[in-house]
């Protein structure tokens, strides 16, 4: 008999949708429903997919007006729950926290816009399934790292695990797309840096003796991140083919040579039918890698919200299941089909 979680995701905007895709798949997952905080189009929508859609009870006037349907509260879907998602607008998690999670004694995953420390902080952890897995186990309350944090946990785990104290430092410039592609916001003809980017403390939230400096800018454009990693060795680096071997078989990295630039894997991952036209992983640009004295530059791009749909699939198969990363990963494969993504894309930019 087939063990089943009740899954409710607070929030339908960029992640929330995603997700709902994904756990829609699973065979393990009731999926209780989810919330809307607006009656808007994509409350429409997913009314058309046929998710039951809990909301405020501050918002029942509006969503009678515009004869949108609603199947109750969010409270009392969270009530009906053994597990909820937090994908609400950054900084409302606190509030859920206080308000339901607590009271009601419900797990939950947190995205990786909310606080960690201080007097908002939400939990003590970021989850990165390629370094910390099997550390959620009898957790409550968890971040799943941002994609960009989840992309370096990616690269960077594999080549502590290889190369380990010969390393001496990470520096990690982070290129960022300033909206996503369903995103309405302007795209503004500009370069924004972060005079404090949180994505290096959170990164060594799960990766503690790090020595890492990151730095973040955003640039006009909604075709995924580019991160430029720079990794210096106490004694010579390794060679690009060495490099290129570790990476071969890791999850969720696809090895490509010929791309142009992101917006060539965004296009080929929507003519190719990709769910929400996501790769859910990081493309290593072999052809951009470099290894010259103590130096080796990877450079590879994020899928920016995609990157974090299979990490809290994951993330709920470690706290409610309990079940072995081996076992998670064959599960979170099945689910997202990133095995045969990665074929197609090395095929496609090879």
């Given at each position: 008999?087939?063990?089943?979680?009740?899954?409710?995701i607070?929030?339908?905007g960029?992640?929330?949708?995603?997700l709902?895709t994904?756990?829609n798949?699973?065979?393990?997952?009731d999926?209780v429903?989810?919330?809307?905080?607006k009656a808007?189009?994509?409350?429409?929508?997913?009314i058309?997919k046929?998710y039951?859609?809990?909301?405020p009870?501050?918002?029942e006037?509006e969503?009678?007006n515009?004869?949108?349907?609603?199947?109750?509260?969010i409270e009392?879907?969270?009530?009906?729950?053994?597990?909820?998602i937090?994908?609400?607008?950054?900084g409302l998690?606190f509030?859920?926290?206080?308000n339901?999670y607590l009271?009601?004694k419900k797990m939950?995953?947190?995205?990786g816009?909310?606080d960690?420390?201080g007097?908002?902080s939400v939990?003590?952890?970021?989850?990165?399934?390629?370094?910390?897995?099997?550390?959620?186990v009898?957790?409550?309350y968890?971040?799943q790292?941002?994609?960009n944090?989840?992309?370096?946990?990616?690269v960077i785990q594999p080549l502590i695990d290889?190369?380990?104290?010969?390393?001496?430092?990470?520096?990690?410039?982070?290129?960022?797309?300033?909206?996503?592609?369903e995103?309405?916001?302007?795209v503004?003809?500009?370069?924004q840096?972060d005079?404090n980017p949180?994505?290096?403390?959170?990164v060594?939230?799960f990766?503690?003796?790090?020595?890492?400096?990151?730095?973040?800018?955003?640039v006009?454009?909604r075709?995924?991140?580019?991160?430029?990693?720079y990794?210096?060795?106490?004694?010579?680096?390794?060679?690009k083919?060495?490099?290129?071997?570790i990476f071969s078989?890791e999850?969720?990295?696809?090895i490509?040579?010929?791309?142009?630039?992101?917006?060539?894997?965004?296009?080929k991952?929507?003519?190719?039918g990709?769910?929400?036209?996501d790769t859910?992983m990081?493309?290593?640009h072999q052809?951009?890698?470099?290894?010259?004295?103590d130096?080796?530059?990877i450079?590879?791009s994020?899928d920016?919200?995609g990157m974090v749909?299979?990490?809290?699939h994951?993330?709920v198969?470690?706290l409610?299941?309990?079940?072995?990363?081996?076992?998670?990963?064959?599960r979170t494969?099945?689910?997202?089909?990133l095995s045969?993504?990665?074929k197609?894309?090395?095929?496609?930019?090879?």
């Amino acid at each position: 008999m087939v063990q089943m979680v009740k899954l409710f995701i607070n929030g339908y905007g960029n992640i929330g949708r995603r997700l709902a895709t994904a756990f829609n798949l699973d065979e393990e997952v009731d999926l209780v429903g989810i919330a809307k905080y607006k009656a808007d189009e994509r409350a429409k929508e997913a009314i058309s997919k046929g998710y039951k859609v809990f909301i405020p009870p501050s918002l029942e006037p509006e969503f009678q007006n515009n004869k949108l349907e609603f199947t109750g509260f969010i409270e009392e879907a969270i009530q009906k729950s053994d597990i909820v998602i937090d994908a609400s607008k950054e900084g409302l998690g606190f509030d859920n926290k206080q308000n339901f999670y607590l009271p009601m004694k419900k797990m939950a995953i947190f995205q990786g816009g909310e606080d960690r420390e201080g007097k908002h902080s939400v939990a003590d952890i970021i989850h990165n399934s390629r370094v910390n897995y099997d550390k959620m186990v009898g957790k409550s309350y968890v971040i799943q790292g941002s994609c960009n944090v989840s992309g370096m946990g990616r690269v960077i785990q594999p080549l502590i695990d290889q190369f380990g104290d010969r390393i001496s430092r990470f520096d990690v410039t982070l290129i960022r797309r300033w909206a996503d592609l369903e995103d309405l916001s302007e795209v503004k003809d500009s370069i924004q840096w972060d005079k404090n980017p949180h994505h290096q403390d959170d990164v060594k939230n799960f990766i503690p003796n790090i020595k890492l400096f990151v730095d973040a800018y955003k640039v006009p454009s909604r075709m995924m991140h580019l991160h430029q990693m720079y990794i210096r060795f106490i004694d010579k680096a390794p060679t690009k083919n060495d490099v290129l071997e570790i990476f071969s078989n890791e999850f969720g990295v696809a090895i490509l040579n010929s791309a142009k630039g992101p917006a060539d894997i965004r296009k080929k991952a929507l003519e190719m039918g990709f769910m929400h036209g996501d790769t859910n992983m990081i493309h290593i640009h072999q052809e951009l890698m470099r290894s010259q004295g103590d130096v080796l530059k990877i450079s590879y791009s994020d899928d920016q919200t995609g990157m974090v749909i299979p990490e809290n699939h994951l993330l709920v198969q470690s706290l409610f299941f309990k079940r072995s990363r081996k076992k998670a990963l064959s599960r979170t494969d099945k689910i997202f089909e990133l095995s045969k993504k990665k074929k197609v894309l090395q095929e496609e930019f090879k």
